[in-house]
C-alpha cells in the first residue's frame, strides 16, 4: 500500500473510532482513546513514575509493531519487535514458561487475549490475532532481559462501529462461564503491597484440584481506569494468591486467568483502591 494511501487508511479508521466515541460518550462515559503518555504524579508520599505498559519506549528498549491498523473479525498476523541501542532484541528471559506474554484489551476493559507469539530468526515476534469489534485496543508486550521486567505498551485501530462500554460496577464476584464462579477475597490499597485471594467454585462446590498453568496456579493481570497502566503481579506458586502494588487511589480492573477441565479460563472483576491511611 501506498504511503498517501495508507495514511488515509489510517484517518479514516481514526475517524471512524472518534465518531463513535464522541456519539455515544454522554451514555457511556467512554476511557480516552489517545495514547497514555509516562506520567509522574505523587501520592500519599508514593511515586507514581513510570508505571509500566503507559509507553511503547522504556530506557533503551522499544517496542515497533508492524502495524496500528486492523480490520474487524480478520484473523491477521500480528508481528512486532523490541528494539534496543544495539539493533533488534533476540535474548529474553524465560518468565512463567514463555519469553514473551503478548496482552491485547480494548481500551474500555472488553477482549482481553493473552497470547504467546514466536520469535522468527531475525527477531520479529508474530502471533495470530483477531479482533471481533471495532475500537481502540491496548497491546502490551511482557517480557524479561537479564532478569529485568520490562512491560511496553502500543494502541491498535479497529474501524466500525464503536460503541464503548462502562466500566463495569465494583464486584468481588465473576461468572468465569461454563458453571464456574470466582470470588476475590482481600482488599486493595493503593502506595502499598496489597495481598488479594480468589477462591474458584464449579456448580457450587470449590475447586482444589487447579493445575499449573504457564508455572503457576493462575495468572493476574491488574489494569487501571483511565489510562490502562499495567500492574506487575507476584502470583504466589502453590495458591490463587498474588501480591500487588496500585499506585494511585481509584478503579482497577484485574483479569484472573486459571485452568481446569481442559480449558484456561478469565474471570473479571473490577476493584477500587483505598487511598492508604497512615
Not at 25 to 44: F, K
Not at 48 to 71: F, K
Not at 166 to 178: E, Q, V
Not at 220 to 226: N, Q
Request: hydrophobic share 40%.
Amino acid at each position: 500500500m501506498s504511503a498517501p494511501r495508507k495514511l488515509a487508511t489510517y484517518a479514516a479508521v481514526l475517524a471512524a473510532v472518534f465518531g463513535a466515541s464522541m456519539a455515544a460518550g454522554a451514555a457511556t462515559d467512554p476511557t480516552g482513546l489517545s495514547n497514555a503518555e509516562p506520567q509522574t504524579a505523587e501520592h500519599g508520599g508514593m511515586s507514581d513514575e513510570m508505571v509500566p505498559g503507559l509507553a511503547a519506549a522504556d530506557e533503551d528498549l522499544q517496542l515497533i509493531a508492524d502495524r496500528d491498523v486492523q480490520r474487524a473479525g480478520v484473523e491477521t498476523m500480528y508481528r512486532f519487535r523490541i528494539a534496543g541501542e544495539d539493533g533488534t532484541v533476540t535474548d529474553f528471559d524465560v518468565e512463567h514458561t514463555k519469553r514473551m506474554h503478548l496482552i491485547v484489551v480494548r481500551r474500555d476493559f472488553a477482549g482481553f487475549q493473552h497470547l504467546h507469539p514466536r520469535m522468527v530468526a531475525d527477531g520479529t515476534w508474530e502471533t495470530p490475532l483477531q479482533l471481533d469489534d471495532s475500537g481502540t485496543y491496548r497491546v502490551f508486550a511482557d517480557f524479561v532481559i537479564d532478569g529485568d521486567k520490562h512491560t511496553l505498551g502500543t494502541d491498535l485501530f479497529v474501524g466500525g462501529d464503536y460503541r464503548p462500554e462502562r466500566l463495569p460496577a465494583l464486584d468481588h464476584h465473576a461468572d468465569a462461564g461454563d458453571g464456574y464462579a470466582v470470588e476475590l477475597e482481600g482488599e486493595v490499597a493503593a502506595g502499598e503491597e496489597s495481598t488479594i485471594e480468589f477462591v474458584i467454585r464449579h456448580d457450587g462446590d470449590i475447586v482444589t484440584d487447579i493445575p499449573e498453568y504457564l508455572g503457576a496456579r493462575g495468572h493476574l493481570v491488574a489494569l487501571r481506569d483511565g489510562d490502562l497502566a499495567y500492574l506487575h503481579v507476584h502470583a504466589d506458586e502453590e495458591r490463587l494468591s498474588f501480591e500487588a502494588d496500585f499506585p494511585t487511589p481509584g478503579a482497577y480492573r484485574l483479569f484472573l486467568q486459571f485452568q481446569h477441565g481442559g480449558e484456561v479460563r478469565t474471570a473479571a472483576f473490577t476493584v477500587n483502591a483505598h487511598e492508604e491511611t497512615r
